[in-house]
């Protein structure tokens, strides 16, 4: 009895710690970091740099992704949606793929992705990790506000509902009383 005790005792701690890793990584248990976005430079599919300093000024949605992904697939078309919706609020998403040329620009055509992707997966896997996701989960996203600062981080695939939750900061800082 007193083995069957220890044992349920240790299994319920080993449960609660397992937990609070799994809150540290997941949606919804990601801390906002309120930090400076380090230097990052992205080369878009079509050749253009977008360095995320000269994007200060605007909120920026870094929505980390790739072809072979099933729920980076799923949340796409809400992606877009956000780009056309927000666009107003002074949101630029940008797409860093982590996935050859080839297939991304397959699914830039077949979504008809309305804002910069790219093609680079050592570049896009170095600022995942410089953005605080070492273990390189997708879909990863970061929302960044004017001043550069790392807002909110969502590790996983969104909803519309959780889309909107993320980008309510975007449109509360343009939203006027009435």
């Given at each position: 009895m007193r083995n069957t005790v220890l044992v349920i005792a240790l299994a319920l701690l080993a449960g609660l710690g397992g937990f609070v890793a799994y809150r540290a990584v997941v949606p919804g248990g990601a801390a906002v970091t309120d930090r400076?976005?380090?230097?990052?430079?992205?080369?878009?599919?079509?050749?253009?740099?977008h360095l995320l300093s000269d994007l200060r000024g605007k909120w920026v949605l870094l929505n980390f992704w790739a072809s072979w992904c099933a729920p980076c697939m799923d949340e796409l078309p809400l992606i877009i949606e956000a780009q056309k919706r927000y666009a107003e609020h002074g949101l630029?998403?940008?797409?860093?793929?982590?996935?050859?040329?080839?297939a991304v620009l397959g699914i830039v055509r077949r979504?008809?992705?309305?804002?910069?992707v790219t093609a680079d997966f050592?570049?896009?896997?170095?600022?995942?990790?410089?953005l605080g996701n070492e273990k390189g989960a997708l879909p990863y996203t970061v929302l960044i506000d004017p001043d550069?600062?790392?807002?909110?981080?969502?590790?996983?695939?969104?909803?519309r509902e959780v889309l909107d939750a993320l980008l309510r900061?975007?449109?509360?800082?343009?939203?006027t009383p009435s």
């Open positions: 400076t976005v380090p230097p990052i430079r992205f080369i878009d599919v079509d050749g253009q740099a630029q998403i940008l797409g860093p793929a982590l996935d050859d040329r080839d979504f008809g992705i309305n804002y910069p050592a570049g896009a896997d170095a600022a995942m990790q410089a550069g600062i790392v807002r909110d981080i969502h590790l996983g695939g969104m909803t900061p975007v449109r509360d800082a343009t939203d």
